[in-house]
């Protein structure tokens, strides 16, 4: 079966950290572009952060940039989010999703991915 599993999210307080982790499993993650989205109560889903499937071009919503980073591990299948400075607004569900051939137009397009997490709460208040 093929699937993403997120994890990491929890609840922190204003200015904390967490990092979230996603897993893919029966399939590999190295010819796959993968993002991050998150999705709060009313909300549509939007884009966070995006990793090239090599790890060398990574890109970021405005609303992240300088807070968070976005990394992978290939040879353990994995893909974080480094999460700093996190705010209340950061509150959401957050999804890991695998993409092939994406840039900067359509990584952060819903329709663009193959593959989706069922998601990971995080949220921060204090």
């Known amino acids: 079966q093929l699937q993403l599993v997120e994890s990491g999210g929890g609840s922190v307080q204003p200015g904390g950290s967490l990092r979230l982790s996603c897993a893919a499993s029966?399939?590999?993650?190295?010819?796959?572009?993968i993002s991050w989205f998150r999705q709060a109560p009313g909300e549509e889903r939007e884009g966070v952060s995006c990793?090239?499937?090599?790890?060398?071009?990574?890109m970021y919503a405005d609303a992240v940039k300088g807070r968070f980073t976005i990394s992978r591990d290939n040879a353990k299948n994995m893909v974080y989010l480094q999460m700093n400075s996190l705010k209340p607004e950061d509150t959401a569900v957050y999804y890991c999703?695998?993409?092939?051939?994406?840039?900067?137009?359509?990584?952060?397009?819903?329709?663009?991915?193959?593959?989706w997490g069922q998601g990971t709460q995080v949220t921060v208040s204090s």
């Open positions: 999703a695998a993409g092939r051939h994406l840039d900067g137009s359509s990584w952060y397009l819903w329709g663009s991915y193959d593959y």
């Open positions: 029966g399939f590999t993650l190295d010819y796959y572009d």
């Open positions: 990793i090239s499937s090599s790890g060398g071009s990574n």
